[in-house]
């Protein structure tokens, strides 16, 4: 079972795996990221769109946290047991995607 987190729970996560680069995983598409993004405060933000994660499966190391989003948290939850099932030990999923991210962390990003 992937664990879920909810974007205000998310520095907790990032603590529990401080000295390990955590990774926000964006797995929306990029008109998608374009409308809103997160800033990386404590963490690596990459984007890679949800399609496109097996064929660039090699550009994510799997002894790094990953913690997958996206925009309510079904594509993430997605990804996230697909890197799970790929050798990854500390993936999670942003619970409440972006949209919650705006509710719970940061009210400057725009909701859609």
């Given amino acids: 079972m992937v664990p879920q987190i909810r974007p205000g ?3 907790d996560w990032l603590q ?12 929306r598409e990029p008109l998608e990221v374009q409308r809103a ?11 890679i769109p949800m399609n496109q994660i097996p064929q660039r499966l090699a550009e994510l190391d799997p002894a790094r946290p990953v913690a997958c989003l996206c925009h309510h948290g079904m594509r993430s939850l997605q990804v996230a047991m ?6 990854f ?3 999670a999923n942003v619970a409440g995607g972006i949209d919650a991210w705006t ?9 859609y």
């Fill in 37 to 47: 993004s997160v800033r990386p405060q404590g963490f690596e933000l990459l984007h």
């Fill in 103 to 111: 509710l719970e962390r940061d009210p400057d990003v725009p909701r």
């Fill in 16 to 27: 529990a795996h401080a000295g390990q680069q955590p990774l926000v995983l964006d797995v």
């Fill in 82 to 87: 697909f890197l799970a099932r790929n050798g």
């Fill in 9 to 11: 729970q998310l520095d």
């Fill in 89 to 91: 030990d500390e993936v």
